[in-house]
């Protein structure tokens, strides 16, 4: 066929509705590559938004008006619950510092990974912590507001400072103050947010204090109180020795542990027994017993002011009421494999007085050091020495010196504790405040791992240690019921989607 006459036919084909394959394969690669160009800026424009998502999602807007939870009505949002359940992590760091990992707690992994029990994670802890608390801190702010109370002056300069203070931590560590509450609090953490709950929990403090205040107890009350638990605040002076029975493991051939057979455990059982009953027998011929526990290898203690537990047998036999002055008498303890021969001698209330007492407390921070050089005890000492050389004898002057010199919180107030309780205070400031034969006017230093401290008593009070460790028991338990009560008088639900965000 000419060349011509295949033109012609191919116009013909066309004219009746025929498709030119070039055409066509032409057409078929323009929409490709068309339908290309749609999809590929289908997905550019995903991922712009996919990333905005994220940035916006990152920052803690998205959670941060998400409800987590409902108290009678009332929303809390993911970050108002943030507030509490990283207070509660921190306040948990706080008390435990270096010990946390005792429990199970890494800091270093997320909470979310970490079993605090058998069946909840260290994050469902802690916020099972945070509804508890926002709980109790609902039902008071209700009862404050319903009773007028409100913040004062007082209230918001410890507000302020607590603000600059985080301020403070933000700037030492290269934080923003925004910044710097993210880290701490999470990332849907604002400002407002974290000032608005501080206010809250000033104003529930203030209101549980004035609540706390209400709680008194006449002297019959405290009486009862102690007669029903002489054995917590009862002091007992008397000697054991202790003796072991403990069977111990050997080693075999490979190098492999061995346990004790039943028969060695018996057996080990019955020398220390035999050990025990000779000890009580040169004791009541006169012997000394610590000069027997020595002979025979087993331990010695004596007490004047030996506390009450039940962890041993010794425990109860010593607090047994029937006990007089006198009583010897070996005792078999099968919880820890061990023989004791126990004498009583006497047993007391615990009547040590609370007591006033003013200080300066001297540091480094004390001295004026050249660049670079580092304080030594001595040093201090020293500065502490000169300090009380200065003192022109009287309490007035020893205040002005706490006032100009003293490192302790309670500087302004001239360096003055009042109405310390025993145990309130490390045991070297406190066993020089109960040393025998002292009295008011009495100065020294004592050093403690907080620095060297310049002492001046003041006097003894007039309240015995039982009767004011038993009034604190009984308010104690009255606020914790009342705590109780409180925090069940209002509903809370958790809204399972929201809560997830926290953490």
């Given at each position: 066929m000419s060349a011509s006459r295949e033109k012609k036919k191919r116009q013909e084909f066309l004219a009746g509705g025929g498709v030119d394959p070039r055409a066509a394969r032409a057409a078929e690669q323009k929409a490709a590559e068309k339908k290309a160009k749609i999809l590929y800026t289908t997905l550019a424009i995903a991922f712009v938004v996919a990333a905005a998502f994220l940035i916006v999602y990152n920052s803690g807007i998205i959670q941060r008006n998400?409800?987590?939870?409902?108290?009678?009505?009332?929303?809390?949002?993911?970050?108002?619950?943030?507030?509490?359940y990283y207070d509660a992590y921190q306040n948990f760091l706080n008390t435990y510092g270096s010990y946390a990992s005792m429990f199970g707690l890494d800091t270093s992994k997320s909470l979310k990974s970490q079993n605090y029990s058998e069946d909840m994670t260290w994050d469902e802890y802690f916020k099972e912590q945070a509804v508890s608390t926002m709980k109790f801190i609902h039902a008071v702010l209700a009862k404050a507001r319903e009773e007028g109370m409100t913040l004062e002056d007082e209230d918001m300069e410890t507000f302020n400072s607590s603000v600059e203070s985080l301020k403070s931590q933000a700037s030492q560590y290269g934080y923003s103050y925004k910044a710097y509450l993210n880290v701490v609090y999470g990332s849907s953490m604002t400002a407002s947010v974290f000032e608005e709950h501080l206010k809250d929990q000033i104003l529930a403090s203030k209101y549980v204090t004035a609540y706390q205040d209400t709680l008194t107890f006449t002297d019959d009350e405290i009486q009862a109180?102690?007669?029903?638990?002489?054995?917590?605040?009862?002091?007992?002076?008397?000697?054991?020795?202790?003796?072991?029975?403990?069977?111990?493991?050997?080693?075999?051939?490979?190098?492999?542990?061995?346990?004790?057979t039943e028969e060695e455990k018996t057996a080990a059982m019955e020398a220390a027994k035999e050990t025990a009953e000779a000890i009580m027998a040169a004791y009541e011929e006169g012997g000394d017993l610590s000069a027997l526990a020595e002979e025979y290898g087993a331990t010695y203690t004596s007490s004047d002011e030996m506390t009450y537990s039940s962890t041993y047998v010794y425990g109860d036999w010593f607090f047994d009421e029937a006990r007089v002055a006198g009583d010897a008498e070996v005792l078999e303890d099968t919880n820890y494999s061990r023989y004791f021969v126990a004498v009583f001698h006497d047993r007391q209330q615990d009547d040590a007085l609370d007591y006033n007492v003013r200080h300066i407390l001297v540091t480094e921070d004390n001295l004026d050091l050249a660049e670079g050089e580092e304080a030594t005890d001595e040093m201090i000492l020293a500065k502490a020495q000169e300090i009380l050389d200065s003192w022109d004898g009287t309490e007035e002057?020893?205040?002005?010196?706490?006032?100009?010199?003293?490192?302790?919180?309670?500087?302004?107030?001239?360096?003055?504790?009042?109405?310390?309780?025993?145990?309130?205070?490390?045991?070297?400031?406190?066993?020089?405040?109960?040393?025998?034969?002292?009295?008011?006017?009495?100065?020294?230093?004592?050093?403690?791992?907080?620095?060297?401290?310049?002492?001046?008593?003041?006097?003894?009070?007039?309240?015995?240690?039982?009767?004011?460790?038993?009034?604190?028991?009984?308010?104690?338990?009255?606020?914790t019921e009342w705590q109780t009560e409180m925090t069940d008088s209002v509903t809370a639900e958790v809204n399972e989607s929201g809560m997830a965000q926290i953490g």
């Amino acid at each position: 066929m000419s060349a011509s006459r295949e033109k012609k036919k191919r116009q013909e084909f066309l004219a009746g509705g025929g498709v030119d394959p070039r055409a066509a394969r032409a057409a078929e690669q323009k929409a490709a590559e068309k339908k290309a160009k749609i999809l590929y800026t289908t997905l550019a424009i995903a991922f712009v938004v996919a990333a905005a998502f994220l940035i916006v999602y990152n920052s803690g807007i998205i959670q941060r008006n998400q409800t987590a939870l409902t108290i009678d009505g009332e929303k809390y949002t993911v970050s108002d619950v943030s507030y509490y359940y990283y207070d509660a992590y921190q306040n948990f760091l706080n008390t435990y510092g270096s010990y946390a990992s005792m429990f199970g707690l890494d800091t270093s992994k997320s909470l979310k990974s970490q079993n605090y029990s058998e069946d909840m994670t260290w994050d469902e802890y802690f916020k099972e912590q945070a509804v508890s608390t926002m709980k109790f801190i609902h039902a008071v702010l209700a009862k404050a507001r319903e009773e007028g109370m409100t913040l004062e002056d007082e209230d918001m300069e410890t507000f302020n400072s607590s603000v600059e203070s985080l301020k403070s931590q933000a700037s030492q560590y290269g934080y923003s103050y925004k910044a710097y509450l993210n880290v701490v609090y999470g990332s849907s953490m604002t400002a407002s947010v974290f000032e608005e709950h501080l206010k809250d929990q000033i104003l529930a403090s203030k209101y549980v204090t004035a609540y706390q205040d209400t709680l008194t107890f006449t002297d019959d009350e405290i009486q009862a109180y102690y007669d029903e638990n002489k054995n917590t605040y009862d002091l007992v002076s008397g000697e054991y020795v202790s003796i072991s029975g403990s069977a111990e493991s050997t080693t075999d051939e490979e190098g492999n542990t061995v346990e004790p057979t039943e028969e060695e455990k018996t057996a080990a059982m019955e020398a220390a027994k035999e050990t025990a009953e000779a000890i009580m027998a040169a004791y009541e011929e006169g012997g000394d017993l610590s000069a027997l526990a020595e002979e025979y290898g087993a331990t010695y203690t004596s007490s004047d002011e030996m506390t009450y537990s039940s962890t041993y047998v010794y425990g109860d036999w010593f607090f047994d009421e029937a006990r007089v002055a006198g009583d010897a008498e070996v005792l078999e303890d099968t919880n820890y494999s061990r023989y004791f021969v126990a004498v009583f001698h006497d047993r007391q209330q615990d009547d040590a007085l609370d007591y006033n007492v003013r200080h300066i407390l001297v540091t480094e921070d004390n001295l004026d050091l050249a660049e670079g050089e580092e304080a030594t005890d001595e040093m201090i000492l020293a500065k502490a020495q000169e300090i009380l050389d200065s003192w022109d004898g009287t309490e007035e002057g020893f205040a002005e010196l706490a006032k100009e010199y003293s490192q302790d919180g309670n500087a302004a107030e001239g360096g003055l504790y009042e109405n310390v309780a025993k145990g309130a205070m490390v045991s070297e400031f406190e066993d020089w405040c109960y040393e025998a034969g002292r009295k008011a006017g009495d100065t020294g230093i004592v050093k403690t791992t907080y620095g060297q401290h310049i002492m001046y008593f003041v006097g003894y009070g007039e309240t015995p240690y039982w009767y004011y460790a038993c009034n604190n028991a009984l308010v104690s338990n009255a606020y914790t019921e009342w705590q109780t009560e409180m925090t069940d008088s209002v509903t809370a639900e958790v809204n399972e989607s929201g809560m997830a965000q926290i953490g």
